[in-house]
């Protein structure tokens, strides 16, 4: 950035924390070239981590980085259990149950942290978190997300004694889904290219679109014989048929458990990679969204290796969905909504992913590996941004 920020630091003993803002290049550009785009709404500013002077700052950053992963993980353990018990309390299908409660549970500390910065942010700067955030996360979901459950599949296949890798699921639904999410986010990524007076009332219709979405999902929601089988809840492992309270309680409890781990997982990944040396935007732009993601991941991870991966493809689904609607609605009310270049290349890529899924799941059949053919664009994505920032310069 042009700004020289030796001076500030002339005479400290340890320069303070620093946090870069993105600029505005123009009035009625939302995103400016320095723009951290696709940095989660979770990060209302990206911390600049200054490389650590000593060997024992960083080993700190790498256990937290790995005791919050595993926290991550764990917590996920006694959320997909609770979840799974909250859905047969309140009689809702497996389907349901993932793209859904499970879905709008993971997502929730997300979008909340998005209301509050376009709604309450003081800055432009600060709003326009929230518009990136409602572009990130699709583009994890659609490319990283399905290729873990893939790659799940494809490491569990003996121990589900599986004769082959083809995935078990309703693929007329699951295109279905890639069809309903596509058709919105086309719509998404267009406005985000025009500007006209009356934009901000679009955004009624992306909260309109996600309740019809709920709607049909828990009306036609179905479940596989091998989703009927629950383990005991973890809180009451005693107990044959625990009540919807302590269901809710163990759902509710790892869910703010997964919301402070991320965080803190966030912030050491942001520190790894300055301490690495790579660039604070190459971080909030390709790491970051990942991080933040890593709770429907993991899910998705958890169901696969107990054979339930209707569950964990209903869960990505589910994601996606509330990704390409409430953010978006946010967004349109209370910011201008106008993309620069990377967030259009985060749109376009995810919008291939999505047909792709769309084309595989109508032939039917889908393997693991048919999955795991998404992975690419991700890494595309990334050389595509790496690029973009040195052309820059």
Not at 365 to 372: N, P, S
């Given at each position: ?7 500030c ?11 870069l803002?993105k ?9 400016g ?15 600049m ?5 000593g060997?024992?700052?960083?080993i700190l950053?790498l ?6 992963a595993?926290?991550?993980y764990?917590a996920?353990?006694y959320?997909?259990?609770g ?5 047969r ?6 389907t ?6 499970a ?7 997300e ?8 709604v309450?942010?003081?800055?432009p700067q600060q ?5 990136g955030a409602a572009?990130?996360g ?6 990283i ?10 490491l ?5 004694n599986?004769p ?8 007329k639904?699951?295109?279905?889904d890639?069809?309903?999410f596509?058709?919105v ?11 006209f007076?009356w ?14 979405y ?7 929601s179905?479940?596989a014989p091998e ?5 005991p ?6 107990v044959?048929e ?19 781990a991320?965080h803190?997982?966030?912030a050491?990944?942001e520190a790894?990679g ?5 660039a604070p ?11 933040t ?6 899910n998705?991870?958890?169901w696969?290796r107990?054979?339930?991966?209707r ?5 990505i689904s ?13 967004g349109?009310f ?5 993309f ?6 985060a749109?376009v890529i995810?919008?291939?992913a999505?047909v ?7 032939r039917g ?8 053919a998404?992975l ?8 595509f941004?790496i ?7």
């Open positions: 950035m042009s700004t020289d920020l030796g001076a630091f002339h005479g400290m003993r340890s320069p303070p924390r620093v946090y803002f600029r505005r290049s123009q009035p009625d550009e939302t995103f070239h320095f723009a951290l785009d696709l940095c989660r709404a979770s990060r209302v500013v990206v911390p981590v200054t490389r650590s002077s060997f024992a700052p960083m950053t256990a937290l980085f790995l005791l919050s595993g926290g991550i764990f996920c353990e959320f997909v259990n979840i799974e018990w909250c859905g309390r309140m009689n809702l299908g497996a349901a149950v993932g793209t859904v409660l879905a709008f549970g993971t997502a929730l500390p979008s909340a942290v998005t209301f509050f910065a376009v309450f942010g003081n800055t709003k326009d978190l929230g518009v572009m990130g699709p583009l994890v979901l659609a490319t997300a399905y290729a873990v459950v893939g790659v799940a599949l494809l569990n296949r003996r121990k589900l599986r082959n890798l083809e995935i078990k699921a309703d693929y639904r699951l295109a279905h890639q069809a309903a596509l058709m986010f086309v719509v998404k990524v267009g406005l985000g290219l025009v500007a007076a934009k901000p009332w679009l955004g009624a219709l992306f909260l309109g679109a996600y309740a019809i709920v709607w049909r999902e828990v009306s036609h179905d479940t989703e009927e089988e629950l383990e809840l973890k809180l009451r492992p005693g044959a625990p009540t919807l309270a302590w269901a809710a309680l163990q759902a509710v409890a790892a869910l703010a458990v997964i919301a402070y991320s803190v997982f966030v050491q990944l790894i300055a301490a690495l040396g790579w935007h190459i971080v909030a732009l390709l790491l970051s969204p990942v991080a993601e890593l709770p429907e991941t993991m998705a991870l958890i696969v107990q054979g339930k991966e569950l964990a493809l209903a869960n589910g994601a996606m969905m509330i990704q390409a609607t409430i953010p978006s609605a946010l349109l209370f910011t201008p909504w106008r620069d270049l990377p967030l259009l290349a749109g995810t919008a291939v999505i792709y899924l769309l084309v595989a799941f109508r059949g889908v393997t693991a590996r048919a999955l795991i998404v690419p664009l991700y890494a595309l994505f990334g050389a941004v690029q973009h920032f040195r052309n820059l310069g």
